[in-house]
Protein backbone atom coordinates (compact mmCIF):
# COMPACT_ATOMS: atom_id res chain seq x y z
CA UNK A 1 0.00 0.00 0.00
CA UNK A 2 2.57 2.48 1.00
CA UNK A 3 4.72 2.36 -2.70
CA UNK A 4 1.56 2.15 -4.44
CA UNK A 5 1.11 5.52 -2.74
CA UNK A 6 -2.60 4.65 -1.31
CA UNK A 7 -1.56 3.75 2.51
CA UNK A 8 -4.19 6.08 3.72
CA UNK A 9 -6.67 4.68 1.41
CA UNK A 10 -6.12 1.00 2.29
CA UNK A 11 -6.34 -0.33 5.84
CA UNK A 12 -4.89 -4.01 6.42
CA UNK A 13 -5.67 -4.95 9.83
CA UNK A 14 -4.37 -8.34 10.44
CA UNK A 15 -6.17 -10.81 12.68
CA UNK A 16 -8.90 -10.04 14.90
CA UNK A 17 -11.62 -11.35 17.50
CA UNK A 18 -14.11 -9.05 17.10
CA UNK A 19 -14.38 -10.09 13.13
CA UNK A 20 -18.60 -8.98 13.07
CA UNK A 21 -17.89 -5.47 14.47
CA UNK A 22 -15.04 -5.01 11.94
CA UNK A 23 -17.53 -6.17 8.60
CA UNK A 24 -20.81 -4.29 9.78
CA UNK A 25 -18.35 -1.26 9.65
CA UNK A 26 -17.02 -2.23 5.53
CA UNK A 27 -18.46 -0.78 2.84
CA UNK A 28 -18.35 -4.43 0.84
CA UNK A 29 -16.85 -7.20 1.26
CA UNK A 30 -14.17 -8.72 -1.48
CA UNK A 31 -13.06 -12.46 -1.52
CA UNK A 32 -9.83 -12.46 -3.97
CA UNK A 33 -8.39 -16.19 -3.52
CA UNK A 34 -7.22 -18.31 -6.12
CA UNK A 35 -8.88 -21.37 -4.53
CA UNK A 36 -11.76 -22.01 -2.29
CA UNK A 37 -14.00 -24.48 -1.65
CA UNK A 38 -16.99 -23.24 -0.01
CA UNK A 39 -16.06 -20.22 1.49
CA UNK A 40 -17.83 -20.11 4.49
CA UNK A 41 -16.68 -16.53 5.32
CA UNK A 42 -18.24 -15.34 1.74
CA UNK A 43 -21.46 -17.00 3.15
CA UNK A 44 -21.27 -15.31 6.50
CA UNK A 45 -20.64 -11.54 4.99
CA UNK A 46 -23.69 -12.29 2.68
CA UNK A 47 -25.88 -13.53 5.13
CA UNK A 48 -24.96 -10.27 7.22
CA UNK A 49 -26.44 -8.43 3.57
CA UNK A 50 -23.02 -6.94 2.59
CA UNK A 51 -22.37 -6.45 -0.75
CA UNK A 52 -20.34 -9.05 -1.78
CA UNK A 53 -16.92 -9.44 -4.77
CA UNK A 54 -15.16 -12.44 -5.34
CA UNK A 55 -13.01 -14.22 -7.37
CA UNK A 56 -15.12 -17.33 -9.77
CA UNK A 57 -12.58 -20.18 -8.09
CA UNK A 58 -12.03 -23.19 -9.83
CA UNK A 59 -13.85 -25.15 -7.38
CA UNK A 60 -16.95 -23.18 -7.97
CA UNK A 61 -17.43 -22.49 -4.05
CA UNK A 62 -18.08 -19.08 -4.31
CA UNK A 63 -20.43 -19.68 -7.64
CA UNK A 64 -22.65 -21.84 -6.03
CA UNK A 65 -23.24 -18.61 -3.22
CA UNK A 66 -22.97 -15.44 -5.98
CA UNK A 67 -25.36 -15.24 -9.04
CA UNK A 68 -23.04 -12.77 -10.72
CA UNK A 69 -25.18 -9.56 -10.92
CA UNK A 70 -27.75 -10.55 -8.99
CA UNK A 71 -26.40 -10.73 -4.98
CA UNK A 72 -22.68 -10.33 -5.74
CA UNK A 73 -20.24 -10.23 -8.65
CA UNK A 74 -17.98 -13.05 -9.73
CA UNK A 75 -14.31 -12.38 -11.26
CA UNK A 76 -12.02 -14.35 -12.79
CA UNK A 77 -8.96 -15.62 -10.79
CA UNK A 78 -5.73 -13.46 -11.19
CA UNK A 79 -7.89 -10.85 -13.58
CA UNK A 80 -6.95 -7.44 -11.29
CA UNK A 81 -8.36 -5.49 -13.33
CA UNK A 82 -12.20 -7.13 -13.38
CA UNK A 83 -11.67 -7.14 -9.61
CA UNK A 84 -10.81 -3.40 -9.57
CA UNK A 85 -14.02 -3.31 -11.95
CA UNK A 86 -16.56 -4.88 -9.85
CA UNK A 87 -15.21 -2.98 -6.67
CA UNK A 88 -15.78 0.60 -8.55
CA UNK A 89 -19.24 -0.68 -9.83
CA UNK A 90 -19.61 -1.82 -6.12
CA UNK A 91 -18.72 1.54 -4.38
CA UNK A 92 -21.99 2.81 -5.84
CA UNK A 93 -24.51 2.61 -2.91
CA UNK A 94 -27.24 2.24 -5.03
CA UNK A 95 -26.15 -0.98 -6.89
CA UNK A 96 -24.26 -1.99 -3.68
CA UNK A 97 -27.98 -2.06 -1.62
CA UNK A 98 -29.58 -3.98 -4.37
CA UNK A 99 -26.66 -6.52 -4.17
CA UNK A 100 -26.93 -6.79 -0.38
CA UNK A 101 -30.41 -6.67 -0.07
CA UNK A 102 -30.23 -10.05 -2.48
CA UNK A 103 -26.92 -11.03 -0.57
CA UNK A 104 -29.12 -11.36 2.18
CA UNK A 105 -31.83 -13.73 0.75
CA UNK A 106 -29.14 -16.27 0.85
CA UNK A 107 -30.16 -17.06 4.42
CA UNK A 108 -33.63 -18.25 3.59
CA UNK A 109 -31.92 -20.55 0.93
CA UNK A 110 -29.35 -22.19 2.72
CA UNK A 111 -31.31 -23.54 5.72
CA UNK A 112 -30.45 -26.83 7.35
CA UNK A 113 -33.65 -28.35 5.69
CA UNK A 114 -32.62 -26.93 2.19
CA UNK A 115 -29.12 -28.46 2.37
CA UNK A 116 -30.42 -32.04 3.40
CA UNK A 117 -32.75 -31.91 0.68
CA UNK A 118 -30.21 -30.88 -1.80
CA UNK A 119 -27.55 -33.77 -0.46
CA UNK A 120 -30.50 -36.10 -0.55
CA UNK A 121 -31.11 -35.41 -4.39
CA UNK A 122 -27.91 -35.47 -4.97
CA UNK A 123 -26.82 -38.86 -3.01
CA UNK A 124 -29.90 -40.66 -3.90
CA UNK A 125 -30.99 -38.93 -7.36
CA UNK A 126 -34.76 -38.54 -5.77
CA UNK A 127 -36.63 -36.44 -2.81
CA UNK A 128 -36.73 -37.48 0.44
CA UNK A 129 -39.78 -39.15 2.04
CA UNK A 130 -41.88 -37.66 4.44
CA UNK A 131 -42.10 -40.14 7.45
CA UNK A 132 -45.30 -40.66 8.73
Partial sequence: AASLNIGEKVELPGRSTALLEKMNSAAMFVLSSDYEGMPNVLLEAMCMGMPCVSTDCPSGGPREL???GVN?????????????????????????????????????????RDVFVSWYRYLFGEEPKAKD
Fill in 66 to 68: IEN
Fill in 72 to 112: GLLVPVGDVEALHRAMERMADPVFAKKMADAAYGIREELTS
